[in-house]
């Protein structure tokens, strides 16, 4: 195998049939951005896109935009666009709130739909507001539902007669290890359980299945792999099948089957616009629509491909260069998403020289180093870069000198 | 008294004290925009300031901004500039989430803070959304609750000692009619039952005075009087005394007490933080940042009494030139807010007649012609052009080819 080099590398990046959709984004000069799947890099259209919104449909048009630039029809025309990047069918994705929020009305429909049944499956050391959302419910519901969430390798075995739902993060946040959607979800579905599988660390990361999976419910968030922006609005997923009886407790205005009837009785939308809560965020899903036209130049096996072989490199070099550092990844690109994470119990200082030094990736307590390889901008030759970096702080000691300041990170 | 006429209310802008804070705003030229009670005009440093968030904050310094511009703080920091507005000390007030979604935290979390009682009371006929979420309460808790709707008129009566929750809007969005906040919060009292007040038409509008009043809790959108934007955030209010014991269902990890330490266990923050969900919506943040500066320099008693006396001129000349309308909103300015509604039964027709000729108002089925005077940028000769062209439109029965298109528009 030939050596791994800067000039290897580079060569890559000459081959790389995405190299050109770096160019659709705004990047800070001299940095290597590894922290993609935190918060997405800026597309180059979202700021005139936004600027255009704001004078024009915004402060010139003003009420009448909801109509003559159709605000109100955003939540399911980007629901459905979004729903081509995650493989499903029309009318069964909708742009709204947070994926937190869409966690909520998800798993509130699926307790109402196994009426019988008690447990909410999750594993432990999941996201944490997938865990906390599922509390607020067992909370809310008394003693009508119980959280049970298990270490990652007892969660098949914990699905069982009495289990409504099984609610899991299709890649892990922490270690980017992937979930096998179809066989899990089948493996729910034997048991009688539905499945609402988190979605934020996948989506536009690699091609999704959910109808040819049988998935029920899913969510997800649009400001990482799809770079729609800080706290962008969320998306949610619910199975054709699942809409005539879905029944989400937040039941807002916008949900309803004739929201501008104003009338005191709440009728739900009959389709995935039921899962609608309050009046959507127009400027939030303009950056979103700016966002998602990379996608329409971008073929996601391909990016896929690309992001794997990122990994592969890295872990590579690695082993060769810093050896002091454990893997937290799966070692297989097929089990873990666009990211890979290592272990050093002084990860967080090390992680601060890092940044210092213009090269982004995050730390998550206690010791894990976390690198988002987005292949949409990021270059094979930063994996040289990175790795290079990282020798020269471990070799020369200057992580021990790293400013400690408090870091606060949106997964 | 002196005859109100054109010269009368252009002399009233030359001595308005308020007359140049619509130089802080963009407006269409040539049009009268009586809308700004259901979507806000946009304020002129809005443009830039997203601008600037998207190009440098988000574009350039990435997912440092999170700490480098406060990102994280901006819920709570815009929140007490809100609580300013409101008459609520620091600490109370939380900018999150839709409108919507916060009655649902809060009108769950009354709930749960009343546990012998079942009754939450309402108003037929007050927003749809309130309505609807209490209904989606309802729903979910099966027995456990009820609601009440009762007309305007019983809704004191309905309160009694079964009563969890009395939820009102302040202002009535179809007609302007505003509640005595201060004596309904006092009756509920007596009665041991909790307050949530939607302050959806009247924060920005006039000044309250929530901790005076003995509020328990509040919400309210940021699109309207406030000016930031299409859907932008909304905010919620949450009494001192109520922090300790509040328990809202939507627990996501952003009102943890230690968000990033990503714990499997869900600890709510001791503070108004613990009513935040998912990750906040930092690009619309910046909307309502750049928004509430306006506000820095205006006078809240100086406008409202401004809105009063434009409502009271337009049903004084409605009355003098324009018999053909019944009024829809008290007759007495001190008991409605900053919207004059009148009825007619071909209201839609005029209403769209009335569009056409660049002076914009709304329509509420069956038969409300809605008029909103944000005194941030509506001038008094507005009201002449808006009455004068209403009498031409009936004159000369041109309404009666006005073309009739479906019209959306969000409260």
Redesign the interface.
């Known amino acids: 195998m030939r050596n791994i080099d800067l000039a290897y590398l580079q060569n890559l990046d000459k081959q790389d049939s995405n190299a050109h959709l770096r160019d659709l984004f705004?990047?800070?000069a001299g940095q290597v951005?590894l922290?993609g799947n935190?918060?997405g890099?800026?597309p180059t259209a979202?700021?005139e896109k936004?600027?255009q919104v704001?004078?024009q449909q915004?402060?010139?048009?003003?009420?009448?935009?909801?109509?003559s630039h159709d605000?109100?029809s955003k939540p399911t025309q980007l629901g459905d666009r979004i729903g081509q990047l995650i493989g499903a069918d029309k009318g069964q994705t909708l742009v709204a709130?947070?994926?937190?929020?869409n966690i909520?009305k998800l798993a509130?429909a699926a307790v109402?739909m196994r009426p019988e049944r008690s447990k909410l499956v999750t594993e432990?050391?999941n996201?944490?507001?997938d865990?906390?959302?599922l509390?607020?419910?067992e909370?809310?519901?008394g003693d009508r539902v119980q959280v049970v969430?298990v270490p990652r390798d007892q969660v098949l075995e914990a699905i069982d007669d009495d289990t409504a739902l099984l609610l899991l993060t299709h890649s892990h946040y922490?270690s980017g290890a992937l979930w096998d959607m179809q066989a899990v979800t089948q493996r729910a579905h034997d048991k009688g359980a539905l499945v609402l599988w988190d979605l934020c660390h996948s989506v536009g990361a690699m091609p999704l299945e959910l109808d040819a999976c049988g998935v029920d419910f899913a969510v997800g968030?649009t400001?990482k792999y799809l770079n729609a922006?800080?706290?962008?609005?969320?998306f949610l997923y619910v199975a054709k099948q699942h809409l005539a009886d879905l029944?989400?407790?937040?039941?807002?205005?916008?949900?309803?089957a004739k929201?501008?009837?104003?009338?005191?009785?709440?009728q739900p939308h009959a389709g995935i616009s039921q899962a609608l809560?309050?009046?959507?965020?127009?400027?939030?899903?303009a950056?979103l629509e700016a966002s998602l036209e990379v996608f329409e130049q971008a073929d996601l096996v391909s990016l896929r491909c690309k992001a794997q072989r990122l990994g592969e490199l890295f872990i590579a070099l690695l082993g060769e260069h810093c050896p002091e550092f454990a893997l937290a990844s799966p070692a297989d690109s097929k089990a873990r998403g666009n990211q890979v994470s290592i272990y050093h119990e002084a990860g967080y200082a090390i992680m601060q020289n890092l940044?210092e030094r213009n090269i982004?990736g995050?730390f998550?307590?206690p010791d894990i180093l976390r690198f988002g390889f987005a292949p949409l901008y990021v270059r094979y030759e930063d994996v040289w870069h990175t790795v290079m970096t990282l020798k020269d702080i471990m070799h020369t000691g200057s992580w021990q000198q790293a400013r400690f300041?408090?870091?606060?990170?949106?997964t």
């Open positions: 705004d990047l800070p951005y922290d935190s918060l890099a800026l979202t700021a936004m600027q704001i004078k915004w402060g010139q048009d003003l009420i009448k935009s909801w109509n605000w109100i709130d947070t994926t937190s929020v909520f509130a109402a432990t050391g996201f944490a507001t865990l906390y959302l509390q607020g419910l909370r809310m519901l969430a922490k968030c400001y922006g800080p706290g962008s609005p969320a029944q989400q407790p937040l039941s807002g205005w916008m949900g309803h929201p501008f009837a104003f009338s005191d009785q709440y809560c309050g009046t959507p965020a127009v400027l939030a899903n950056a940044i982004i995050d998550r307590a300041q408090t870091v606060h990170k949106v």
